[in-house]
């Protein structure tokens, strides 16, 4: 079958949600890249934000969401979406970012990275794209002062890797922390509460855009808008204290 691509803008992309949803129906082999979603694209505003992006392609059935943090996963998130059915979106930041990732990098959809780890680990942080680079610096701040955390990179939300989130919660005495440049609702944070719904002796805490933005430089509005790496570490630091 013929198969569609599209780049732009992702806080464009709802307008063409019935084309999206009709695509399910009609079985359309589609792939589409959202450029310079959440607030660190910074100075140009939120007008030009996607801050609901995860949330809509999440609602389509089979829609397979990747959200790639660095070069690396980029590339491979792309040559992975030529090659799946249906609709597949590719969430794309705007900041460089370094790279995490060899170039031999193996990556599976709906497997996640662990990016940080040690035996003594008591927080998961799970953080995509710009946000997990504010996780290792938040990791590393915590590791200072005597606090070990696990860090997550799920490369693709939907599916997300239940398996690894449940068994990396689990080693970590069951205390999640998500970060994402999206907001609250329907996004990584979502998604990581639903494969933890039936798994006990857990609790998650979710950081996400917590108000409609504005411009201003991207780190400072991570900060402003409760991504920062300094709000991982208070989140990572009061869900010790429950």
């Known amino acids: 079958p ?36 959440g607030v660190s694209i910074g100075e140009d505003g939120p007008s030009q934000m996607a801050l609901e992006d995860l949330a809509m392609f999440q609602a389509l059935p089979g829609c397979t969401v990747f959200y790639p943090s660095d070069a690396v996963a980029m590339e491979r998130a792309v040559e992975l979406a030529a090659n799946t059915r249906g609709v597949t979106f590719i969430r794309a930041g705007r900041p460089q970012v370094p790279v995490t990732y060899g170039n031999d990098e193996k990556f599976q959809i709906g497997k996640a990275k662990i990016v940080r780890q040690s035996e003594a680990d008591q927080v998961l942080v799970i953080g995509a794209g710009i946000t997990l680079f504010e996780a290792i610096k938040a990791a590393d701040t915590l590791a200072a002062a005597g606090v070990k955390v696990r860090v997550m990179d799920p490369f693709t939300i939907k599916p997300l890797d239940w398996e690894a989130v449940q068994k990396h919660a689990q080693a970590c005495g069951g205390r999640v922390v998500t970060v994402e440049d999206h907001y609250p609702e329907g996004g990584l944070g979502d998604a990581v509460l639903a494969s933890l719904a039936m798994v006990r002796d857990t609790v998650v805490k979710k950081l996400a855009v917590n108000a409609v933005p504005r411009s201003g430089p991207p780190m400072e509005l991570l900060e402003m808008f409760g991504i920062s790496a300094s709000h991982i570490v208070r989140a990572c630091n009061d869900i010790l204290k429950l």
Request: charge should be positive; include cysteine.
């Open 2 to 37: 013929t198969r569609r691509s599209s780049d732009l803008f992702a806080a464009f992309l709802p307008r063409g949600f019935d084309n999206l949803r009709m695509g399910v129906i009609s079985q359309t082999n589609l792939n589409v890249v959202g450029s310079h979603c």
